[in-house]
């Protein structure tokens, strides 16, 4: 007989699974995790800072005495995408920005550009590096070879004035004054009260007047008698022009007295007469005034004969040319080239 099926007794085949060790799930988690972050997260390329470039433009000389600053020459750099424009001041500096920056040793492409000087152009490394242009003039100024006798110049003394104060003393300022006031009376907010509001207190003062024309200096004022420990000084003020002064003071004791004292001096005004030699660098002169010069002028013998030449805004001169360049600080330096037949007497042959 054959044998009866039994649901029960026959085994269904099984599935099989696959099982992934827990350390393998991790490393596929973290994975993923590493692959979403660098798509959002991914860093950026930031430009480089501005790139600055220093230096001076000078003329060109064999004799580096002679290599004078330029002003107002045009410098242009050039990097990539990168550029920069300056001008040189009147010392012949240039501070230029290159934006956007450029990496360390990136060549750079620099003109320099004047009117009267023959143009420039140079090749730069980017590495900090102070960069010196030397320039051609145009128009190259040959010797003049005189045809009159040559006129010696020497003995040059440059003469200026400048306006100066000085004070006079005239006398001085003595006076007292009084803060009147009775001690351990209760304040009860009635204003003045001592500092802590406790007790009643009275101010005093004073104010004098100099007089016209005068000035106080180093007024100074102190309590002299009386509780002083219970006195301070309300104001001590003097006027813009110092002519007058006003004082008063504070006290919430017994009454005080305070003694000021000023002295008075008359200010007057004068030109002060100055002079100084200039530096002679061959065909030369220079030397520098101060903002307040005025009056300029230059002695020197011409020939054996003293003479004095005022030097005007135009800068006249009938010996030589000369150019002004003003500072930032409002400096002058002044330069004054001889004219055909003339000499210093230091470089007469």
């Not at 005189?146 to 300022?173: D, Q």
């Not at 003071?249 to 008075?264: H, K, N, Q």
């Not at 200010?267 to 660098?281: A, E, G, N, R």
């Not at 903002?291 to 006249?316: E, M, R, Y």
């Given at each position: 007989?054959?044998?009866s099926?039994?649901?029960?007794?026959t085994?269904?085949?099984?599935?099989r699974?696959?099982?992934?060790?827990a350390?393998?799930?991790v490393?596929?988690l973290l994975?993923?995790?590493?692959t979403?972050?660098l798509?959002?997260?991914r860093p950026?390329?930031?430009?480089l800072?501005?790139s600055?470039?220093e230096?001076?433009?000078?003329k060109t000389?064999a004799d580096?005495?002679?290599?004078?600053?330029?002003?107002?020459v045009q410098?242009?750099?050039t990097?990539g995408?990168?550029?920069?424009?300056a001008k040189?001041?009147?010392?012949?500096?240039?501070?230029?920005?290159?934006?956007?920056?450029i990496?360390?040793?990136a060549?750079?492409e620099?003109?320099?550009?004047?009117?009267d000087y023959?143009?420039?152009d140079?090749?730069?490394i980017s590495?900090g590096?102070i960069?010196l242009a030397?320039?051609?003039?145009?128009?190259?100024?040959n010797?003049v070879v005189p045809?009159?006798p040559v006129?010696n110049i020497s003995n040059?003394?440059?003469?200026?004035?400048?306006?100066?104060?000085r004070?006079?003393?005239?006398?001085?300022?003595?006076?007292t004054f009084?803060v009147?006031n009775?001690?351990?009376v209760?304040?009860?907010e009635?204003?003045?009260?001592?500092?802590?509001?406790?007790?009643?207190?009275a101010?005093?003062?004073?104010s004098?007047?100099?007089?016209?024309?005068?000035?106080?200096?180093?007024?100074r004022?102190?309590?002299?008698?009386?509780?002083c420990?219970?006195t301070?000084i309300?104001s001590?003020?003097?006027?813009?022009?110092?002519?007058?002064i006003?004082?008063?003071?504070?006290?919430?004791?017994?009454?005080?007295t305070f003694?000021l004292?000023?002295?008075?001096?008359?200010?007057?005004?004068?030109?002060?007469?100055?002079h100084?030699?200039p530096v002679i660098f061959?065909?030369?002169?220079?030397?520098?005034l101060?903002?307040?010069a005025q009056?300029?002028?230059i002695q020197a013998?011409?020939n054996?004969?003293?003479?004095?030449?005022?030097?005007g805004?135009d800068?006249?001169l009938?010996?030589?040319?000369c150019?002004?360049s003003?500072?930032k600080?409002?400096?002058?330096?002044?330069?004054?080239?001889l004219?055909?037949?003339?000499?210093f007497?230091?470089?007469a042959q």
């Amino acid at each position: 007989m054959p044998e009866s099926y039994d649901p029960e007794v026959t085994q269904r085949p099984r599935r099989r699974r696959l099982v992934l060790p827990a350390s393998a799930v991790v490393v596929v988690l973290l994975g993923l995790a590493a692959t979403v972050f660098l798509k959002l997260y991914r860093p950026r390329q930031h430009p480089l800072p501005p790139s600055v470039l220093e230096g001076s433009v000078l003329k060109t000389d064999a004799d580096p005495q002679k290599q004078q600053p330029i002003a107002d020459v045009q410098v242009v750099a050039t990097s990539g995408a990168s550029t920069g424009e300056a001008k040189t001041d009147e010392i012949g500096f240039f501070h230029l920005v290159m934006r956007p920056g450029i990496a360390k040793g990136a060549p750079i492409e620099l003109r320099f550009r004047h009117p009267d000087y023959k143009p420039l152009d140079s090749e730069e490394i980017s590495h900090g590096r102070i960069l010196l242009a030397r320039l051609i003039p145009l128009h190259q100024v040959n010797p003049v070879v005189p045809t009159e006798p040559v006129v010696n110049i020497s003995n040059i003394v440059v003469r200026y004035t400048v306006r100066t104060t000085r004070t006079e003393n005239t006398g001085s300022a003595v006076k007292t004054f009084q803060v009147v006031n009775t001690g351990n009376v209760p304040c009860n907010e009635s204003i003045p009260c001592s500092p802590d509001g406790k007790w009643k207190a009275a101010i005093g003062g004073i104010s004098l007047d100099a007089g016209a024309g005068n000035q106080f200096e180093n007024a100074r004022v102190s309590c002299i008698s009386g509780p002083c420990a219970f006195t301070r000084i309300e104001s001590n003020s003097l006027s813009e022009t110092g002519r007058k002064i006003s004082i008063s003071a504070l006290g919430w004791s017994d009454t005080t007295t305070f003694l000021l004292e000023a002295e008075v001096v008359h200010p007057m005004v004068s030109d002060l007469s100055l002079h100084l030699y200039p530096v002679i660098f061959g065909q030369s002169l220079n030397f520098n005034l101060p903002p307040t010069a005025q009056g300029l002028c230059i002695q020197a013998t011409v020939n054996k004969h003293s003479v004095i030449f005022p030097i005007g805004p135009d800068l006249c001169l009938s010996w030589a040319d000369c150019t002004v360049s003003v500072g930032k600080d409002q400096t002058k330096s002044y330069r004054c080239e001889l004219k055909p037949q003339y000499q210093f007497a230091t470089t007469a042959q």
